[in-house]
């Protein structure tokens, strides 16, 4: 599986962005997509996650309410929809696929990852 991540930007603080992660292998379907960040100084951590089909859903209790993820499975991508971005979203972000779903929220699991993108959130 390759995963490439694009979409990251800089934004002001309540604005809108969004993440898109192109897959390509031949068994998606078999696997869970998630996205996590990285911020300055700090871990990889769990921002969300959907399983293939999209009817299941992750969230961190930090993002949720303002992130959505979502799965076209047509064009093999993963959008992270992000609204009402504040300044400590600023980081990092990676796409991942892990297997099973039981997994989605443990980084150490994932099987494979996307080269990360910019988000910088300013006031």
């Known amino acids: 599986v390759q995963l490439q991540a694009s979409g990251g930007g800089l934004v002001q603080a309540g604005g809108s962005l969004r993440l898109s992660c192109a897959a390509s292998g031949r068994t998606l379907e078999t696997y869970s997509m998630g996205w996590f960040r990285q911020g300055p100084g700090m871990e990889r951590r769990f921002v969300a996650a959907?399983?293939?089909?999209?009817?299941?859903?992750l969230y961190s209790d930090s993002v949720k309410g303002r992130f959505t993820i979502s799965i076209d499975n047509a064009k093999n991508t993963v959008d992270l929809l992000m609204n009402s971005l504040k300044l400590e979203d600023t980081a990092v972000y990676y796409c991942?696929?892990?297997?099973?779903?039981?997994?989605?929220?443990?980084?150490?699991?994932?099987?494979?990852w996307g080269q990360g993108t910019l988000v910088t959130v300013s006031s």
């Open positions: 991942g696929a892990v297997a099973p779903w039981r997994y989605a929220r443990i980084r150490d699991k994932y099987n494979f």
């Open positions: 959907a399983d293939w089909n999209g009817s299941l859903t």
